[in-house]
Structure formats: C-alpha cells, structure tokens
C-alpha cells in the first residue's frame, strides 16, 4: 500500500481552489492508501501573520477538512507544530539542500518581492516541505499544480541524501494531482487563494456565496447582454463544470455562445450548484463546532499516530549520519 502525505496551510480558508485541486483527492484516497495529513501552521508563519488568530485559524482549518470529509478512522490528521521532529529533520535536510536550488523556487521569488527584509524561513520553506513529506517515507503527494516546483526540489533533496548517507533510505515521492490542479480565482487572473481575496471558501453561507460570484469576471467580450461570448474564455464556464451536470454545462455553453442569456443568469445557476454542493459539509462543522473537545480528540490521536512513526525515522537518520545516540548517555528522548 502507498503511503500519502499532504500537507495545508491554516493561513487561508478551505476554499474551492485548495478543496478541488487538492482535498477532494486526499478523501479519495483516504480510501485505499495509509494516508498522514498536516495543518502546516510552521510553514503559515514564514510569511505576514497575526499571532492572536493563528490558533483559531488552525482550528477552522481542522473543522474543515474533517467537514470536507477527511476520517480520522481512514487517515492520521495532525497539526506540524505537534510533531517536533519536523523542524529537527528540515534543518539536517538543510545540510545537504543547494541554497541555489532554493533561491530558484518560484513562490520563493513571488513572496520575497513582497517583504523588504526577506526571512530566511521563506527560503527555507520547501524543506520543511521535504521533511514533512520524507518523516512518513511517502511515495505520493497528493497537491494543486503551485506545489510541482518544490516536489521537484523534495525529489532531488531526497537523491543527494540517500547517496551521502544511505541507498534507497527515502523513497523520491511523486506528485499525484486531480484534474483540477488549478483553480482560477474570482477574478479570472490568478489562482485562487486566500491572500488574493478571490475565493469562495466551501463553508460560506449561500447569501455570501452568492454575493461573491456576482460580481465575478466572465469573459469581457460580453460587454452587453446581447454580445454572445465564449466560455474557453471564461471562469465562471469553468467552475460550472465543477459543479453542474453535463446538460446544464452543454446548456450554459450554448446560452453564453448565442447570447441566450446574460452573465448573472448563468452565475445564478452555479451559485445554486455552489450551495448545494457544499451543504452536507456546511452540516458537518456546524456539529464540529459545537464540540470543539471532538476536534482537539482527532488532533491529539492523530499526533500521537505521526510522533509514532516521525520518532523512528528520525532516529534512523540521526543513526545514519552518525550523531551520538542520546540513549548511549542515557538521556530520553
Ligand atoms: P496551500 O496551503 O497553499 O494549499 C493547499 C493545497 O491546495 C492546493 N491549492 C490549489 N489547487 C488548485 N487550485 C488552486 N487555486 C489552489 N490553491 C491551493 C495546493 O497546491 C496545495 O496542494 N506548501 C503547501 C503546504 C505543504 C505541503 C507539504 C503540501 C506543506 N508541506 C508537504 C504537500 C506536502 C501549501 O502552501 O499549500
């Protein structure tokens, strides 16, 4: 059986950018692998954070990948900071990473431009990344397109540790995608995501749902309602096939191209398809959020299940580069 890890920041809300290019697909395979998922919260503080809301934005982020259908009977479900041995096994992986390589990442470039003093954590972001991922020895990483550049360097990462210090040590794990691996935001620009305020997050109440797509982009060749357009050139065309059925997709197409209708029309009709899709999960953290003592349960159960197997592997490598065991001077770990 594959082993799977995956890995989501709690910086932002679960959106349908990060639930289609990457959720959807860990509750598939929940199913038929062993599978460890992470609420990222050290890789959430290498960029511009609030402190006070860290804590309940971690929470959320839990509420919502176990609405969204993560079992925590199917799969372990954790938060990094809770398992120490990530941030031990980023700084030796540190040790054998070309600083070049990092430097080259292009979330790197993006995210440095914005600050004024650049953190070295921002650098050093992917391999953390590549200990999370290496920690549990998985052979697939289920995530959107945006990761495929530091799964790259996680590949390479893993060649230039298993020469120095052991054959076949870490498997080179594989990117596994959806077929939504990127998600267009709002705005018809960019990918979606939390810091580009372009989002519909999947626990949204249908009146904000539907306030959010209203003014959303379509294709600007349909100026006025008589100006027929062409859905390959709209974002709104997309997500309906997301969310609507094939007749209503062949229909909006047909209505967009004819001019049979008019943009908010066609958004009426995925908006409805939005609601709908998402109200058992809107159920779920409802009930999730009532007792929050279940949440802090999964957690906790889940980092004793990682530590577990975070703590051999640690030891294994320590062994391998040869660090004077702590148990030779009797000390426990
Ligand atoms: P993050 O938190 O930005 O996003 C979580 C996952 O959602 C995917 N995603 C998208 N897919 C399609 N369209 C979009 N608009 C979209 N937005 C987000 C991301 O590709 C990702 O799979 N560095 C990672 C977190 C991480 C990780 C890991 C992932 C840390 N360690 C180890 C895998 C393995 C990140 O920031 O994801």
């Not at 349909?222 to 609507?244: E, M, T, W």
């Amino acid at each position: 059986m594959a082993r799977v890890f995956s890995g989501i920041q709690p910086s932002g809300e679960l959106h349908i950018g990060n639930y289609l290019g990457a959720v959807r697909n860990w509750v598939a395979l929940q199913e038929r692998h062993e599978c460890f998922f992470s609420i990222v919260d050290y890789h959430a503080i290498t960029q511009s954070y609030e402190p006070a809301q860290l804590e309940a934005q971690t929470f959320d982020m839990a509420v919502g990948l176990l609405a969204a259908g993560i079992d925590p009977e199917r799969c372990v479900l954790f938060v990094q900071s809770h398992v120490p041995e990530h941030t031990e096994l980023a700084w030796v992986l540190t040790t054998v990473t070309p600083l070049g390589e990092l430097e080259r990442m292009t979330q790197f470039k993006d995210k440095s431009q914005l600050q004024e003093s650049v953190p070295a954590g921002l650098l050093n972001y992917p391999v953390l990344q590549a200990a999370d991922i290496l920690l549990y020895k998985a052979d697939l990483v289920p995530v959107g397109q945006d990761q495929e550049q530091h799964l790259e360097l996680v590949r390479e990462i893993v060649r230039k540790w298993n020469r120095r210090f052991g054959a076949g040590f870490f498997p080179e794990p594989q990117v596994h995608h959806t077929e939504a691996k990127r998600i267009v935001g709002l705005d018809g620009q960019a990918k979606m995501s939390k810091s580009l305020n372009n989002t519909i997050g999947i626990l949204d109440d249908p009146e904000r749902i539907w306030q959010l797509l209203r003014p959303a982009m379509t294709d600007p060749a349909r100026v006025r309602r008589i100006d027929p357009g062409d859905p390959a050139k709209c974002n709104v065309f997309s997500l309906h096939q997301y969310f609507s059925p094939a007749d209503t997709v062949d229909h909006v197409a047909d209505s967009c191209r004819g001019a049979k209708w008019g943009c908010l029309d066609c958004k009426r009709v995925l908006a409805d398809n939005i609601i709908a899709a998402f109200v058992p999960m809107r159920e779920r953290a409802a009930e999730l959020r009532a007792h929050p003592e279940r949440v802090h349960e999964i957690l906790r159960s889940g980092a004793e299940r990682a530590r577990a197997v975070a703590a051999e592997t640690m030891a294994a490598v320590r062994a391998a580069m040869g660090l004077l065991p702590a148990e030779k001077v009797a000390l426990r770990r």
